[in-house]
């Protein structure tokens, strides 16, 4: 096993017709840097910012997030390093945020929906991220986003910080890409127009499964409905593909479902060709799809096209599998 893994080390990842696929970290400690430079990442696709809120009794400043962010680029400086914005909510909670009690706090007040609304914390962590840009290639995420509007205040927000910058004589990567994570289902629907607005997708299957199942992705008693192999699930991904891929944007999953070893096909089938993963995952991922071809991609996609439910998605992959 780990002399098969060891052998593309180091080597770009490949399926036997040479399609590239980018395999990339997600990270949501700074204590987990040290194993992401060892690991075969060069980049990073998420980058959990929730821990710098979460560890201490005060909000963290300007220049401590700055500080971090510039630690963890200068570490990857082969590649690039995507910064989502602050995602507190649901089941991120923070004693630093003054959260109503809620009945449904995965329907609540949390993501982007916090962030614009605070815009003074969300302000002092852009300018710290957009400082840290000169340092390496960054690039900024914005979660939960379920509509036009958001996005759209989300970028102007970070507008007028760049504005602040300039005047201030502070530089920063003048073209940092935007993108926004895709896990609510509105997001889905309004992807080929969400696709106009931003530089990449990202997809965030973690959340996207629950909402999309309606299932409280914490609620044992209907757990078996939370299933990256419901069809309804797949057929979203398919959605947010095309879209990115027609507007020729770059798209990539950031959730779990990223690193599931019956699932990879799928993911190249439907046009997906860059993963973000716990980076223990990535050998296995990486020597499975060396083991691969495109067209078991095409294939899987068309065999699971007309698939009802989980268990006949299921057969179609296992038909299809190796
Ligand atoms: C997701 O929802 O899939 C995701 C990557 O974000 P998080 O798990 O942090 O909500
Ligand atoms: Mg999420």
Redesign the pocket.
């Known amino acids: 096993e780990e002399e098969k893994y060891a052998s593309l080390r180091g080597k770009a990842c490949k399926t036997q017709d040479h399609i590239e696929v980018e395999l990339i970290a997600n990270i949501s400690q700074i204590k987990d840097l040290d194993f992401i430079i060892k690991s075969d990442a060069r980049s990073v696709g998420l980058f959990r910012t929730e821990f710098i809120f979460m560890d201490q009794d005060r909000l963290p400043t300007e220049d401590e997030q700055y500080e971090i962010y510039k630690k963890i680029t200068t570490a990857m400086s082969q590649g690039y390093v995507t910064i989502r914005t602050l995602?507190i909510g649901?089941d991120k909670e923070s004693p630093l945020f003054d959260i109503p009690k809620e009945d449904n706090p995965f329907l609540g007040y949390r993501?982007i929906r916090l962030c614009l609304e605070e815009v003074e914390i969300f302000k002092t962590q852009l300018r710290a991220i957009l400082r840290a840009s000169v340092h390496g290639k960054i690039k900024i995420m914005f979660?939960?986003i379920a509509s036009l509007t958001e996005i759209r205040q989300a970028k102007s927000i970070l507008e007028t910080c760049k504005q602040a910058l300039d005047l201030e004589g502070k530089t920063y990567d003048k073209a940092i890409e935007v993108g926004i994570?895709i896990?609510t289902p509105a997001a889905v629907v309004m992807a080929d127009v969400f696709a106009k607005e931003v530089d990449f997708f990202s997809i965030?299957t973690?959340?996207?499964i629950q909402y999309t199942m309606a299932v409280d992705r914490s609620n044992l008693k209907i757990s078996a409905l939370y299933s990256q192999y419901d069809p309804a699930v797949l057929r979203n991904m398919k959605i947010i593909a095309e879209a990115a891929n027609k507007e020729n944007i770059s798209v990539s999953i950031c959730?779990e479902a990223a690193a599931d070893i019956k699932l990879l096909p799928y993911w190249l089938g439907i046009g997906i060709h860059k993963l973000s993963m716990s980076v223990a995952l990535i050998p296995e991922v990486k020597w499975t799809i060396s083991q691969m071809t495109s067209t078991q991609g095409i294939e899987v996609v068309e065999a699971l096209s007309k698939a009802g439910d989980v268990r006949e998605v299921l057969k179609g992959l296992d038909l299809t599998a190796l």
Request: aromatic letters at 0%; hydrophobic letters at 25%.
């Open positions: 995602d649901g993501g979660p939960m994570m896990e965030g973690n959340d996207l959730g």
